[in-house]
């Protein structure tokens, strides 16, 4: 007996599985910058896309203090930057901007610094207080809190010292880059004994 005739024996009781009908799946309407960002795809350009919301963020008390840290920051780290101890590589200045603008310019700000290396940003979004409204609540401050927890490149962010904006603003701690990261475990080399 041969390997077919031995298949077909042990398949002889076997019925085939029958299959759903198909149901065609409605794609959701794209947003313009995702629309974007395909078309330059397709043109072979390298495109990142802004994966940040833009709307259903619930606004924070303008004197609510941000703070945040993902697993494996060292505490001696994240104290650092919530007193402000650390020099800010660069500044962004979200007043007066709308939210889908904010958001763009979050993200390649982010982005940027992330290229070329930079490690404590500060942000500024303001408290959302202005003479007109009182003690509204400060709109930019929700989005770019939860903003900031989205984007992976930022390992910590604590709101700033009065000196630099105090809760109208906020650190940010970006991730080491490969080079930052070779060039500390050299210098935590030197003067090591190597057998």
Same mark, same amino acid.
């Given at each position: 007996?041969?390997?077919?005739?031995?298949?077909?024996?042990?398949?002889?009781? %076997?019925?085939?599985? +029958?299959?759903?009908?198909?149901? =065609?799946?409605?794609?959701?309407?794209?947003?313009?910058?995702?629309?974007?960002?395909?078309?330059?795809?397709?043109?072979? *350009? *390298? %495109?990142? @896309?802004?994966?940040?919301?833009?709307?259903?963020?619930?606004? @924070?008390?303008? #004197?609510?203090?941000?703070?945040?840290?993902?697993?494996?920051?060292?505490? $001696?780290?994240?104290?650092?930057?919530?007193?402000?101890?650390?020099?800010?590589?660069?500044?962004? &200045?979200?007043?007066?901007?709308?939210?889908? =603008?904010?958001?763009?310019?979050?993200?390649?700000?982010?982005?940027?610094?992330?290229? @070329? $290396?930079?490690? +404590?940003?500060?942000?500024?979004?303001?408290? $959302?207080? /202005?003479?007109?409204?009182?003690?509204?609540?400060?709109?930019?401050?929700?989005?770019?809190?939860? #903003?900031? =927890? &989205?984007? &992976?490149?930022?390992?910590?962010?604590? /709101?700033? =010292?009065?000196?630099?904006?105090? +809760?109208?603003? %906020?650190? %940010?701690?970006?991730?080491?880059?490969?080079?930052?990261?070779?060039?500390?475990?050299?210098?935590?080399?030197?003067?090591?004994?190597?057998?």
């Amino acid at each position: 007996m041969n390997e077919e005739d031995l298949f077909a024996e042990e398949m002889a009781g %076997v019925k085939p599985l +029958t299959r759903e009908a198909r149901v =065609r799946l409605v794609k959701e309407r794209l947003s313009e910058d995702q629309q974007q960002g395909r078309r330059r795809a397709a043109e072979g *350009e *390298e %495109v990142a @896309l802004n994966p940040l919301v833009d709307e259903g963020v619930q606004p @924070l008390d303008p #004197w609510y203090v941000l703070e945040f840290k993902r697993p494996g920051i060292q505490n $001696g780290v994240y104290r650092k930057l919530r007193l402000g101890q650390y020099q800010v590589d660069a500044r962004l &200045d979200l007043h007066r901007l709308s939210v889908k =603008r904010a958001r763009e310019e979050v993200f390649a700000f982010i982005r940027e610094a992330t290229e @070329l $290396g930079l490690r +404590t940003l500060l942000v500024v979004h303001g408290k $959302g207080q /202005s003479k007109s409204s009182g003690d509204a609540p400060a709109i930019l401050k929700g989005y770019v809190d939860h #903003w900031l =927890r &989205d984007l &992976d490149a930022v390992q910590a962010f604590h /709101s700033a =010292r009065p000196v630099h904006g105090g +809760t109208g603003a %906020v650190y %940010v701690l970006l991730r080491k880059s490969p080079e930052q990261k070779r060039e500390n475990r050299l210098n935590y080399m030197k003067g090591r004994v190597q057998d």
